[in-house]
């Protein structure tokens, strides 16, 4: 929609074993939950190569791929599933590029 860019771009990022709650509160947030028309456009990005799914077992689908952070004016990551398990390389390289110009 070419109104949306007008809209604050906020990327969620999803991954394996991400605990639905914190996946789910960007949204709430942010979204139009909340808002007659949010001032937010809310994406949920893949982080990683599916099949993703939750802690709680069901999967994630449709989900946009990681290359929205290239135009997001913010990023969600939510709290990775384990300090032992290092993040991929391609997401690690894409939130640095984000931060570099400013989300």
Known sequence: MAGDRQRTRIAVIAFDRVIAFHLSVPSLVFGDALYEQSPFE???????????????????????????????????????????????????????DAHARGA
């Open 42 to 96: 809310v994406i949920v990005c893949a982080g990683e190569p599916a099949p993703l799914t939750t802690t709680a077992g069901f999967g994630l689908t449709d989900l946009a791929p990681l290359g929205v952070l290239a135009t997001a004016d913010a990023v969600v990551v939510p709290g990775w599933r384990h300090a032992l398990d290092p993040p991929p390389a391609r997401l690690l390289a894409a939130l640095r």
